[in-house]
């Protein structure tokens, strides 16, 4: 490994363990809560070190949610383009998002639960080349093919992927803040609600 190549690496090294402890402390003590200098002094650098990555807090935080959205983005590629069956990978994908919160409880929870973003982060996670509008743009791909082969019956596509977003996110959101619930068999729960919410919708 040449000098170049090294040095890149221990940047980007650097840059991973400030956005994994930004991570800890967002969930810890609440975005509002958290300077640059906190976040700085945890992994033993000053301020300055993180205003070479990072714009701001609110850009620290932004790129926190794009990475996320990325490895979800990733994850539902795993499905390939195959759409020939759309309501087999609809509800593959619906499963896949609940696993993936589970998996990364604390991505999961810093992306769509404790951070109230500032305005300006909140623009750009909305703008049609981030991360997060690709991960929904997958989900309204499916749901729009569901309609197009009449498997579904005929629905406006944006409510829809919405209304089926906001289902597998209250799951997930449920599964990862309540653990000590008494819940059924998770597997079975998640087969059922996502079944239940795709019936529903059936022609």
Same mark, same amino acid.
């Given at each position: 490994?040449?000098?170049?190549?090294?040095?890149?690496?221990?940047?980007?090294?650097?840059?991973?363990?400030?956005?994994?402890?930004?991570?800890?402390?967002?969930?810890?003590?609440?975005?509002?809560?958290?300077?640059?200098?906190?976040?700085?002094?945890?992994?033993?650098?000053?301020?300055?070190?993180?205003?070479?990555?990072?714009?701001?807090?609110?850009?620290?935080?932004?790129?926190? +949610?794009?990475?996320?959205?990325? /490895?979800?983005?990733?994850?539902?590629? /795993?499905?390939?383009?195959?759409?020939?069956?759309?309501?087999?990978?609809?509800?593959?994908?619906?499963?896949?998002?609940?696993?993936?919160?589970?998996?990364?409880?604390?991505?999961?929870?810093?992306?769509?639960?404790? +951070?109230?973003?500032?305005?300006?982060?909140?623009?750009?996670?909305?703008?049609?080349?981030?991360?997060?509008?690709?991960?929904?743009?997958?989900?309204?791909?499916?749901?729009?093919? +569901?309609?197009?082969? /009449?498997?579904?019956?005929?629905?406006?596509?944006?409510?829809?992927?919405?209304?089926?977003?906001?289902?597998?996110?209250?799951?997930?959101?449920?599964?990862?803040?309540?653990?000590?619930?008494?819940?059924?068999?998770?597997?079975?729960?998640?087969?059922?609600?996502?079944?239940?919410?795709?019936?529903?919708?059936?022609?």
């Amino acid at each position: 490994m040449g000098i170049k190549e090294r040095q890149s690496r221990q940047k980007e090294m650097l840059r991973q363990e400030i956005l994994d402890a930004a991570r800890e402390l967002f969930i810890k003590e609440g975005y509002e809560n958290v300077s640059m200098r906190k976040i700085a002094e945890r992994i033993e650098y000053s301020p300055t070190t993180i205003y070479i990555y990072f714009k701001d807090k609110s850009d620290l935080l932004y790129h926190l +949610c794009e990475e996320t959205f990325a /490895k979800l983005v990733k994850e539902f590629e /795993k499905l390939g383009d195959d759409l020939s069956d759309p309501v087999a990978v609809l509800k593959k994908c619906g499963r896949i998002y609940i696993e993936f919160g589970l998996k990364y409880p604390n991505h999961y929870n810093v992306t769509f639960i404790l +951070c109230i973003e500032p305005d300006e982060a909140r623009g750009k996670h909305l703008s049609e080349d981030s991360m997060g509008m690709k991960a929904f743009g997958y989900l309204r791909k499916i749901v729009q093919e +569901c309609v197009k082969q /009449k498997k579904f019956r005929e629905v406006d596509v944006e409510t829809t992927s919405q209304a089926l977003w906001s289902g597998v996110h209250g799951l997930t959101s449920l599964l990862i803040a309540h653990p000590e619930f008494p819940w059924v068999d998770r597997e079975r729960l998640i087969d059922f609600t996502l079944d239940m919410m795709i019936e529903g919708l059936k022609a």
